[in-house]
């Protein structure tokens, strides 16, 4: 607690005082953010939680929300089927992840959402993403609908570049690269990466999945 000054304490001792006590509140609220990003406690009451529903589209025409997986977790990623580099290099952990945990990733579902819904139809959505694994649920949507679940994720996609003959077909985004898995009710419960690979995903998801999954669902 800051002690406030004395009364006769001078205008720029009041001052110097305000402002090291607001850049210590600043520090608490970040670090308490940091904390619950890792996993650590549930936020602050001023930080926005990570997470919560989503209505898409998938390729057969179907809507799927997040309520659609209650029960299970979710692994969700975002993405789009452009992407030269890190996409690729995440997918390919999940789905090596999954191989490795066999059972035991019964009840996880990843999901791809596009941050590219211009180009990334669900069913260009679902053909990218089963080119990984057939488990990875690929989700695309309206350009506001995908806004709208950036914000709940508090992930970007923005285009960074077009190629040097002024086209629009052809362009790169920056996204997010976190993977956020999600429990069985919904809530956010850690940030992962797959950009290490799936032997060490598979190893980071194994300190949440339960040892003995429950019956999952029915496969889309």
């Given at each position: 607690?800051?002690?406030?000054?004395?009364?006769?304490?001078?205008?720029?001792?009041?001052?110097?005082?305000?402002?090291?006590a607001?850049?210590a509140?600043?520090?608490l609220?970040?670090?308490?953010?940091?904390?619950?990003?890792?996993?650590?406690?549930?936020p602050?009451?001023?930080?926005?939680?990570i997470?919560?529903?989503?209505?898409?589209d998938?390729?057969?025409?179907?809507?799927?929300?997040?309520?659609?997986?209650?029960?299970?977790?979710?692994?969700?990623?975002?993405?789009?089927?452009?992407?030269?580099?890190?996409?690729?290099?995440?997918?390919?952990?999940?789905?090596?992840?999954?191989?490795?945990?066999?059972?035991?990733?019964?009840?996880?579902?990843?999901?791809?959402?596009?941050?590219?819904?211009?180009?990334?139809?669900?069913?260009?959505?679902?053909?990218?993403?089963?080119?990984?694994s057939?488990?990875?649920?690929?989700?695309?949507?309206t350009?506001?609908?995908?806004?709208?679940?950036?914000?709940?994720?508090?992930?970007?996609?923005?285009?960074?570049?077009?190629?040097?003959?002024?086209?629009?077909?052809?362009?790169?985004?920056?996204?997010?690269?976190?993977?956020?898995?999600?429990?069985?009710?919904?809530?956010?419960?850690?940030?992962?990466?797959?950009?290490?690979?799936?032997?060490?995903?598979?190893?980071?998801?194994?300190?949440?999945?339960?040892?003995?999954?429950?019956?999952?669902?029915?496969?889309?």
């Amino acid at each position: 607690m800051v002690k406030r000054p004395p009364p006769s304490a001078s205008k720029k001792d009041r001052k110097a005082t305000l402002a090291f006590a607001a850049v210590a509140s600043l520090l608490l609220l970040l670090s308490a953010a940091y904390l619950w990003l890792l996993g650590g406690g549930r936020p602050p009451p001023s930080v926005q939680p990570i997470g919560g529903p989503f209505a898409l589209d998938q390729d057969d025409g179907r809507v799927v929300t997040d309520r659609d997986f209650r029960g299970q977790y979710m692994l969700i990623y975002f993405g789009y089927a452009h992407c030269a580099d890190v996409c690729p290099m995440t997918l390919s952990a999940i789905a090596d992840a999954l191989d490795i945990l066999g059972n035991r990733a019964l009840d996880l579902r990843p999901i791809f959402i596009t941050v590219d819904p211009k180009r990334d139809t669900p069913a260009i959505a679902r053909a990218y993403t089963g080119k990984f694994s057939p488990r990875i649920l690929g989700l695309s949507g309206t350009q506001e609908e995908i806004q709208a679940v950036e914000r709940t994720y508090h992930v970007h996609g923005t285009i960074m570049t077009h190629p040097g003959d002024g086209s629009t077909a052809d362009y790169t985004m920056g996204h997010t690269a976190t993977l956020f898995l999600i429990g069985p009710d919904g809530r956010n419960i850690a940030p992962l990466s797959g950009l290490e690979g799936g032997e060490l995903l598979a190893r980071q998801l194994a300190e949440y999945l339960p040892v003995t999954p429950h019956a999952a669902s029915e496969m889309r």
